[in-house]
C-alpha cells in the first residue's frame, strides 16, 4: 500500500493529465456519434433511395470494418490522399464515426417503434414530415433510445483507449509509457482499469439514468 | 391522369363523393368501384363484417391509404388528385396538405400524443399547422375539453386517464381543427364497458348541436341506428345494402344484412 502511495505521488499527475485528455475525447466522440447518428439513422428511414442507399453505405462500413483499422486510416491513410488531421482530431473522429454507426442502427430502430398510431395522428393532423418528426416522433424515440445509448456510450469511452496507439497522449497512452520506464505494470495498468471503470460506472451510467428519469417525466411517463 | 371524371363537382356537390374508388393488397381487392355520396352534416354509419372494407373507407378518405382506381372529392374539390391541363393527376403533397385540413379522423386506439397533456394534444395542431396564437388555441382546447366534459383534466398526460377519457380527449383533439368532416373509426371497440355510454354521449351532442358531416364505422348497433341519418352495410368490398337506419334494421332487404344482423344482434 505504501509502494503505491509512493507510486501515485510519483505518477498520479501524469494519470491526471491522461484522463483529461480522455475526458475530452469522449465528449467530442460523443457529440460527432451522436450527431452522425441522427443524421444517419434519419436518412435510413428515408424514401428516396439514394439518401437511404448512402445511409446504408456508411452504417455497414463503419460497423463492419475494425475500429483500429478506421483510425489508421484515418491518421495514416487519408494524408496520403491528401486529407491532414492531427493526432487529436483523428482519435475523437475514428471513435465517433464508429460509434456513431452503431447508433445510427439505435435511432433507426427507435423511430421505428414508435407506434404506427403516433404516425397516423400526425397525418391526420395534417402534420408536416418536419413538424411530426420534431414535435411528435423523435422525443419519443428519445426515450425509447435512451437506454441503449447509456451503453453506446460506456463503449465509446473505453473505445477512446485505441487513439494511444496514435500517441494521443490519453490514459491509455500515459499508462503505457509509466510502464515502459518503471516496469510496474499491476500498478500501470492496474490504476487505468480503475480510472475507465470509475469514469463509466460514476459518471455516464447515473448520468445517462438521470437524464432517462428526466425525460421519461417530460415524456408523462408515470 | 383520369378521363371521365370531372375536375370538380360545381355547387351543389355532396361533402364526399367516393367515385368509382378501387383498393387492393396485391391481389386482394378490399374495395371494388365504390360508389358514395355523403351529403353535408350527414351522418353516415358503416357496418359490416371484418374484412369488408369499412375502416379501408374512412382511411383513404383521411389519406391514409391511397386508392388504386377511381377519384374521392371533398367538398366538390378532387382530394386523391388534382386538375391540371383540364386533367386530373395524382395529388401532389402540396394538394393533400390543403385539402386534409377539411378532414378529421379520431382512432380505435385513441392515439394521443402520450408526452403531452390533453390540453397540448388539442393545441398541437391548431398551433403548429394551422398556426394559430397560443391565446387562440388555448381558449379553443379548453372549451372543447369543457364540452367533452374533461374540464377538469386539461393538465393530465393520457397515461393519467382511462380509456373513454383520452378517447374524449381525441375527439375534442380532432374537433379543434374545425374539420368539415369527421371520422370515426370504431372509436369504443377498444374501451371497457362501462366507459362505451360517455364516449357515446360525446358524438351524440355533437350531431345534434354541430354542423358537422360524420362518417363512422362502429359495431355499436344500437347506436348507429339511433344517430345516424343513413346506414351502409359493406360486404366484401361493396355497399351490400344501404339506407335508412329503420329500414336497414327493421326490414333489410339483402341476405347478407339479415344474416349480419341476426349474429350481432344475437351476440348482444
Redesign the interface.
Given at each position: 500500500m505504501q509502494h503505491y502511495l509512493e507510486y501515485l505521488q510519483a505518477y498520479g499527475g501524469r494519470f491526471v493529465d491522461g484522463t483529461l485528455v480522455t475526458i475530452q475525447q469522449t465528449l467530442l466522440a460523443a457529440l460527432l456519434a451522436i450527431f452522425v447518428a441522427a443524421l444517419f439513422g434519419m436518412m435510413r428511414l428515408s424514401e428516396k433511395w439514394l439518401i437511404r442507399g448512402t445511409s446504408i453505405v456508411y452504417i455497414e462500413f463503419f460497423r463492419g470494418t475494425s475500429l483500429l483499422v478506421q483510425l489508421y486510416w484515418i491518421f495514416f491513410v487519408l494524408p496520403l490522399l491528401g486529407v491532414t488531421f492531427d493526432k487529436f482530431t483523428a482519435g475523437f473522429v475514428a471513435v465517433g464515426l464508429n460509434l456513431g454507426a452503431y447508433g445510427a442502427e439505435l435511432v433507426r430502430g427507435s423511430i421505428e417503434a414508435v407506434p404506427k398510431g403516433q404516425y397516423e395522428a400526425c397525418h391526420a393532423l395534417n402534420m408536416s414530415y418536419y413538424k411530426r418528426m420534431r414535435r411528435i416522433i423523435l422525443p419519443q424515440a428519445l426515450l425509447l433510445m435512451l437506454p441503449p445509448w447509456g451503453n453506446l456510450l460506456i463503449e465509446l469511452l473505453k473505445g477512446t483507449a485505441l487513439v494511444s496507439l496514435i500517441s494521443v497522449t490519453d490514459l491509455m497512452f500515459e499508462a503505457k509509457q509509466i510502464n515502459g520506464t518503471t516496469y510496474l505494470s499491476a500498478e500501470s495498468f492496474g490504476t487505468a482499469l480503475i480510472i475507465y471503470y470509475l469514469m463509466a460506472r460514476v459518471v455516464v451510467s447515473p448520468g445517462m439514468r438521470a437524464f432517462e428519469r428526466y425525460w421519461g417525466k417530460k415524456m408523462g411517463r408515470i | 391522369m383520369k378521363e371521365n371524371f370531372p375536375l370538380n363537382l360545381g355547387s351543389d356537390a355532396p361533402m364526399v363523393r367516393f367515385s368509382k374508388v378501387t383498393k387492393c393488397y396485391g391481389e386482394l381487392t378490399v374495395l371494388d368501384s365504390l360508389d358514395l355520396d355523403v351529403q353535408q352534416n350527414e351522418i353516415v354509419s358503416i357496418i359490416g363484417p371484418s374484412g369488408s372494407g369499412k375502416t379501408t373507407v374512412l382511411r383513404m378518405l383521411?389519406?391514409?391509404e391511397e386508392i388504386n382506381d377511381g377519384v374521392i372529392y371533398v367538398d366538390g374539390q378532387p382530394l386523391t388528385h388534382m386538375p391540371k391541363n383540364n386533367e386530373l393527376i395524382k395529388a401532389n403533397e402540396a394538394h393533400l396538405?390543403k385539402m386534409?385540413?377539411n378532414?378529421?379522423?379520431v382512432?380505435q386506439?385513441?392515439?394521443?400524443?402520450?408526452?403531452?397533456?390533453a390540453l397540448g394534444n388539442c393545441m398541437?395542431?391548431p398551433m403548429?399547422?394551422l398556426g394559430m396564437s397560443r391565446t387562440e388555441a388555448l381558449a379553443r382546447s379548453e372549451e372543447l375539453l369543457e364540452m367533452v366534459g374533461l374540464a377538469d383534466k386539461i393538465h393530465e398526460?393520457?397515461?393519467?386517464l382511462s380509456g373513454g377519457q383520452q378517447q374524449r380527449v381525441a375527439i375534442a383533439?380532432?374537433l379543434a381543427?374545425r374539420p368539415k368532416i369527421l371520422l370515426f373509426d370504431e372509436v369504443t371497440s377498444a374501451l371497457d364497458p362501462e366507459v362505451i355510454g360517455e364516449v357515446l354521449n360525446v358524438i351524440r351532442s355533437l350531431a345534434s348541436e354541430h354542423s358537422l358531416t360524420m362518417l363512422m364505422v362502429t359495431h355499436q348497433m344500437g347506436f348507429a341506428r339511433e344517430i345516424s341519418d343513413r346506414i351502409c352495410f359493406f360486404y366484401e368490398g361493396k355497399i351490400a345494402e344501404e339506407g335508412a337506419p329503420q329500414q336497414i334494421f327493421e326490414n333489410p332487404q339483402n341476405e347478407r344484412t339479415r344474416q349480419f344482423l341476426s349474429a350481432v344482434l344475437d351476440a348482444n
Amino acid at each position: 500500500m505504501q509502494h503505491y502511495l509512493e507510486y501515485l505521488q510519483a505518477y498520479g499527475g501524469r494519470f491526471v493529465d491522461g484522463t483529461l485528455v480522455t475526458i475530452q475525447q469522449t465528449l467530442l466522440a460523443a457529440l460527432l456519434a451522436i450527431f452522425v447518428a441522427a443524421l444517419f439513422g434519419m436518412m435510413r428511414l428515408s424514401e428516396k433511395w439514394l439518401i437511404r442507399g448512402t445511409s446504408i453505405v456508411y452504417i455497414e462500413f463503419f460497423r463492419g470494418t475494425s475500429l483500429l483499422v478506421q483510425l489508421y486510416w484515418i491518421f495514416f491513410v487519408l494524408p496520403l490522399l491528401g486529407v491532414t488531421f492531427d493526432k487529436f482530431t483523428a482519435g475523437f473522429v475514428a471513435v465517433g464515426l464508429n460509434l456513431g454507426a452503431y447508433g445510427a442502427e439505435l435511432v433507426r430502430g427507435s423511430i421505428e417503434a414508435v407506434p404506427k398510431g403516433q404516425y397516423e395522428a400526425c397525418h391526420a393532423l395534417n402534420m408536416s414530415y418536419y413538424k411530426r418528426m420534431r414535435r411528435i416522433i423523435l422525443p419519443q424515440a428519445l426515450l425509447l433510445m435512451l437506454p441503449p445509448w447509456g451503453n453506446l456510450l460506456i463503449e465509446l469511452l473505453k473505445g477512446t483507449a485505441l487513439v494511444s496507439l496514435i500517441s494521443v497522449t490519453d490514459l491509455m497512452f500515459e499508462a503505457k509509457q509509466i510502464n515502459g520506464t518503471t516496469y510496474l505494470s499491476a500498478e500501470s495498468f492496474g490504476t487505468a482499469l480503475i480510472i475507465y471503470y470509475l469514469m463509466a460506472r460514476v459518471v455516464v451510467s447515473p448520468g445517462m439514468r438521470a437524464f432517462e428519469r428526466y425525460w421519461g417525466k417530460k415524456m408523462g411517463r408515470i | 391522369m383520369k378521363e371521365n371524371f370531372p375536375l370538380n363537382l360545381g355547387s351543389d356537390a355532396p361533402m364526399v363523393r367516393f367515385s368509382k374508388v378501387t383498393k387492393c393488397y396485391g391481389e386482394l381487392t378490399v374495395l371494388d368501384s365504390l360508389d358514395l355520396d355523403v351529403q353535408q352534416n350527414e351522418i353516415v354509419s358503416i357496418i359490416g363484417p371484418s374484412g369488408s372494407g369499412k375502416t379501408t373507407v374512412l382511411r383513404m378518405l383521411m389519406t391514409l391509404e391511397e386508392i388504386n382506381d377511381g377519384v374521392i372529392y371533398v367538398d366538390g374539390q378532387p382530394l386523391t388528385h388534382m386538375p391540371k391541363n383540364n386533367e386530373l393527376i395524382k395529388a401532389n403533397e402540396a394538394h393533400l396538405r390543403k385539402m386534409r385540413n377539411n378532414i378529421g379522423m379520431v382512432f380505435q386506439h385513441f392515439n394521443l400524443f402520450p408526452h403531452m397533456t390533453a390540453l397540448g394534444n388539442c393545441m398541437e395542431a391548431p398551433m403548429h399547422v394551422l398556426g394559430m396564437s397560443r391565446t387562440e388555441a388555448l381558449a379553443r382546447s379548453e372549451e372543447l375539453l369543457e364540452m367533452v366534459g374533461l374540464a377538469d383534466k386539461i393538465h393530465e398526460h393520457p397515461a393519467r386517464l382511462s380509456g373513454g377519457q383520452q378517447q374524449r380527449v381525441a375527439i375534442a383533439r380532432a374537433l379543434a381543427m374545425r374539420p368539415k368532416i369527421l371520422l370515426f373509426d370504431e372509436v369504443t371497440s377498444a374501451l371497457d364497458p362501462e366507459v362505451i355510454g360517455e364516449v357515446l354521449n360525446v358524438i351524440r351532442s355533437l350531431a345534434s348541436e354541430h354542423s358537422l358531416t360524420m362518417l363512422m364505422v362502429t359495431h355499436q348497433m344500437g347506436f348507429a341506428r339511433e344517430i345516424s341519418d343513413r346506414i351502409c352495410f359493406f360486404y366484401e368490398g361493396k355497399i351490400a345494402e344501404e339506407g335508412a337506419p329503420q329500414q336497414i334494421f327493421e326490414n333489410p332487404q339483402n341476405e347478407r344484412t339479415r344474416q349480419f344482423l341476426s349474429a350481432v344482434l344475437d351476440a348482444n
